[in-house]
């Protein structure tokens, strides 16, 4: 089993920065990409950004320029640095990693409790 820990939400202005942390734990097994996604009420979840453990990364349309996604391997974490943060990026962003049990190979998802982001305009 995987968990991981969420932190770094919180309410901010229009054009403020945020950085969300998220700690994967789990012994057995390697944490390959981790990114994260975000969900408003009433509205699917969405990706916001990913990151493999190789570096490369992808983004949504809507945050490229304003978000960025990084990881430390050795710590399995993985942050988001939002700036320029805009009313329409509130939501309750959620951690996700893939992860691969070493023993078998197969690869599971898991998913964070979520933080809230709350911006005011």
Same mark, same amino acid.
């Given at each position: 089993?995987?968990?991981? %820990?969420?932190?770094?939400?919180?309410? %901010?202005?229009?054009?403020?920065?945020?950085?969300? =942390?998220?700690?994967? =734990? #789990?012994?057995?097994?390697?944490?390959?990409?981790? #990114?994260?996604?975000?969900?408003?009420?009433?509205?699917? $979840?969405?990706?916001?950004?990913?990151?493999?453990? &190789? &570096? @490369? +990364? @992808?983004?949504?349309? =809507?945050?490229?320029?304003?978000?960025?996604?990084?990881?430390? @391997?050795?710590? *399995? +974490? %993985?942050?988001?640095?939002? *700036?320029?943060?805009?009313?329409?990026?509130?939501?309750?962003?959620?951690?996700?990693?893939?992860?691969?049990?070493?023993? +078998? #190979?197969? $690869?599971?998802?898991?998913?964070?409790? &979520? +933080?809230? %982001?709350?911006? =005011?305009?």
């Amino acid at each position: 089993q995987v968990q991981l %820990v969420e932190s770094g939400g919180g309410l %901010v202005q229009a054009g403020g920065s945020l950085r969300l =942390s998220c700690a994967a =734990s #789990g012994s057995r097994f390697r944490i390959d990409a981790m #990114g994260w996604y975000y969900q408003t009420p009433g509205k699917q $979840r969405e990706l916001v950004a990913f990151i493999h453990s &190789g &570096g @490369n +990364t @992808n983004y949504a349309d =809507s945050v490229k320029g304003r978000f960025t996604i990084s990881r430390d @391997n050795a710590k *399995n +974490t %993985v942050y988001l640095q939002m *700036n320029s943060l805009k009313p329409e990026d509130a939501a309750v962003y959620y951690c996700h990693a893939v992860a691969m049990l070493v023993t +078998t #190979g197969q $690869r599971y998802e898991y998913w964070g409790q &979520g +933080t809230q %982001v709350t911006v =005011s305009s």
